[in-house]
């Protein structure tokens, strides 16, 4: 089972069974979707993305989720 950190913690807490393992997660594609027509919403949230990646905060946000991803196996 793959879950986000926070579900995963609370998850292993009521479910004294299972336990969080520490392994690295593989990558994977995020997608943002949009109304087609909404095209100055579309604009704006490309040009947030465009700088963010400009400065380098876009690869710390991903950087960031990337170590909050947990892998929850059972405890033998």
Do not use: C, H, W
Not at 20 to 39: C, L
Not at 43 to 61: M, P, Q, R, S, T
């Amino acid at each position: 089972m793959v879950l986000d950190s926070e579900p995963a913690k609370k998850y292993t807490a009521n479910n004294k069974q299972f336990v969080i393992a520490n392994i690295p997660a593989e990558e994977e594609d995020y997608a943002i979707a949009f109304r087609k027509n909404d095209k100055e919403l579309i604009n704006k949230v490309n040009a947030a993305l465009d700088k963010i990646k400009a400065n380098g905060e876009y690869d710390k946000i991903l950087k960031n989720i990337l170590n909050k991803i947990f892998i929850v196996i059972v405890n033998n």
